[in-house]
Every structure is written in C-alpha cells, then in structure tokens.
C-alpha cells in the first residue's frame, strides 16, 4: 500500500456519460498529480493541485476538470466521454510544490472503460 | 520540446543474463532524472533519482547511470521477479516551479526462468 488511494478501481460507462474519480494522496502530502496511461500514449500529465490551487496543466482535454479540497483530496471529473478517453487514470502525491528526491507516490489507478 | 525516448520497448531475458535498458532525453535544463517500476495493473514504483552527469545510483541488481544525454538501467544477473516495465520521467527545468515528470514510453522487461 502506497498510502495514495483512488476510487473506484474500475469503471464502466457508456460514451457521453460522466464520472468522477477520486483520490487521496498520502498523509502529509500537500501535492495532488494526475495522470492519464493509454497504451499508445504512456504516462501523459494531466494536472497537479498543490494545497488547494492549481499549479500546473498539462494535455488536460476541456472535456476534463480536477479540483483539490480543504481536506487535500481530490477529484478528477471526466465529462462527454469518448472511447479514446479508456485508460488508467492514476493520482500521485508528493510533500511540496515540486516532485521530492524520490519522484512522488502513485496510487493504483482507476481503470476507465468506455463502451 | 522536451522529450524522453526508452529503449528498447521491449526485452526478454532468460535469468541471469545481464543486460541495460536506455533512456534518452531532450529537455530544457535537467532537474532530475526518476527511474520506476511498474507491475501490470499497478501504479509505477519509485526506484532511482539521479541529478547530475556522473551520478550513479544501485539497488539489488540495478544500477542506474546518467550522462549529460542519457541514462541507462543495468539489470545484472535478473530474476523472473524483475520481470515489470521500467519507466523513465526527467522534471525538467522549464517545470522548475512544479513538480511535472514527462515520462518514456517504457521498457517491458520479461525474465525467463
């Protein structure tokens, strides 16, 4: 266990739909990563929340949006779904502003399945 | 552009045959270069940082090394429970205020008993 969780661990849903994945970094870590993992793209950053305000975007679609709560925990909220849009969607956390000496902590995803 | 290319995609291995793993980047002042490891269905698994040309760092049977241009993931003597795909991120100096990682595509590394 890595202390990052993210619910759900597997989602099925039809195009057009919307869902929310949820993550919650490990204790005392103030920075919230998301990641996007096809199997054509590899690892793609999407966005980070550093305590509460978001501090950098990636190749984050319009379709996509993240918010960081009070309690540190996050949400990524993935709206018009597309099949391109199937992939593991993991969160990651790391103490401060930057990734620390050992990169960050990943969590085990969340398998997005659009059918 | 910054860029991180791994090589190759993927290797097989039969046990105790040693072998490296490349990670080529492009990037606008390096910040830190991160090795992980991943496991199917998993998240990626911090293994090694290295900062500056020179650098090397071991684990068990790894050992990573980074010139001004590359690094490269020695796997001495592998075991089928090295067996995983190895992932290379840089943090990039045009990030210097975040802490985005671009990432390789990743190696899949099978070890055959």
């Known amino acids: 266990d890595s202390g990052v969780t993210q619910t759900p661990k597997h989602l099925i849903t039809a195009t057009g739909q919307r869902v929310t994945l949820r993550c919650s970094p490990r204790?005392?870590?103030?920075?919230v990563y998301w990641y996007q993992q096809s199997l054509d793209q590899g690892l793609q950053f999407l966005i980070q929340y550093y305590n509460g305000e978001e501090r950098a975007k990636g190749n984050i679609l319009e379709r996509f949006s993240a918010q960081q709560f009070p309690d540190l925990h996050s949400e990524l909220n993935l709206s018009s779904l597309e099949l391109g849009d199937s992939a593991l969607y993991f969160c990651a956390s790391s103490p401060g502003p930057q990734s620390s000496g050992y990169g960050y902590t990943f969590g085990s995803g969340t398998r997005l399945t659009v059918v | 552009e910054d860029q991180v290319t791994q090589s190759p995609e993927a290797l097989r291995l039969q046990e105790g045959e040693s072998s490296s793993l490349n990670c080529s980047y492009t990037?606008?002042?390096?910040?830190?270069l991160f090795w992980y490891r991943q496991d199917p269905g998993k998240g990626p698994e911090f293994l090694f940082t290295?900062?500056?040309a020179g650098e090397e760092k071991e684990k068990e049977r790894l050992k990573a090394t980074l010139t001004k241009k590359e690094s490269f993931l020695h796997i001495t003597a592998p075991k089928p429970e090295d067996s995983a795909t190895y992932l290379c991120a840089v943090h990039a100096g045009g990030s210097s205020n975040t802490g985005k990682l671009i990432f390789g595509q990743g190696t899949t590394l099978q070890v055959k008993p």
């Open positions: 204790s005392g870590d103030l920075s």
């Open positions: 290295l900062y500056s």
């Open positions: 990037v606008s002042g390096l910040r830190g």
